[in-house]
């Protein structure tokens, strides 16, 4: 079946340092990818979408210089999120879906888990 | 303005018994249906689907039901087991784009 790798899995830095999250199709291409944030016991929260050669598109409300999002190919996008500060730390999740097909689910990479000092 | 609503943040079930989870929309336009099971510091996994064409789909023990007119669908588990306690996620799309999500319904199986 269609898999999403996330890596890393989980991540403790020092407030300011810069962390870069990656998500990759295994089997399948992916025009887009979506990233999402989750706080405890809080629903998922769609930050932006990761479209393949050209720009993101960021929800209102999150800071596109701040987060982000590289997607250089069909089966990798980046999120990198800047000067990491305490009130970063959540928990990161990406899907992509195979753009070869239609109704098709997402798919969901594990997360990342992010800990900022 | 929220499109996809879980209206039962929990559910607390006994083993063996049937888990029915629901969740209604707003958007007339969505036409296919998925839901997830998500773990605690795990991405969420895909469950069942369902497209608009269709009311029911079965999967094992898992069955979702739509119900366009009334735009609700539900997600039957029988029987539940205490491996299905998780948070399940219904989500919406107009021809597979862009899902939105709902907040999700905490399922517990109490053995």
């Known amino acids: 079946g269609a898999v999403v790798s996330q890596h890393p899995s989980w991540v403790i830095c020092k407030s300011g340092t810069s962390v870069k999250i990656e998500c990759r199709s295994l089997?399948?291409?992916?025009?887009?990818m979506f990233w999402y944030r989750q706080f405890p016991k809080q629903s998922l929260m769609l930050m932006a979408t990761s479209n393949e050669g050209s720009k993101a598109t960021y929800e209102q409300g999150v800071e596109k210089d701040k987060f982000l999002i590289n997607h250089a190919s069909l089966t990798l996008s980046t999120l990198t999120v800047t000067s990491a500060h305490p009130e970063d730390s959540s928990f990161y999740i990406c899907s992509a879906r195979d753009s070869g097909k239609t109704n098709q689910p997402q798919h969901f990479g594990d997360g990342t888990r992010l800990s900022i000092l | 303005d929220q499109q996809v609503k879980q209206n039962s943040p929990s559910l607390s079930v006994q083993e063996g018994r049937i888990s029915i989870l629901n969740c209604d929309y707003t958007n007339s336009m969505f036409d296919y249906f998925l839901w997830y099971k998500k773990y605690p510091a795990e991405g969420p996994t895909f469950l069942i689907s369902?497209?608009?064409?269709?009311d029911k789909n079965e999967d094992g023990r898992f069955t979702v039901f739509l119900n366009k007119s009334a735009k609700h669908l539900s997600l039957h588990i029988v029987p539940s087991q205490p491996g299905d306690s998780a948070v399940y996620f219904c989500a919406a799309s107009v021809r597979g784009q862009n899902f939105v999500f709902g907040p999700g319904t905490r399922l517990s199986v109490l053995p």
């Open positions: 089997d399948f291409q992916a025009t887009t």
């Open positions: 369902i497209s608009s064409i269709k």
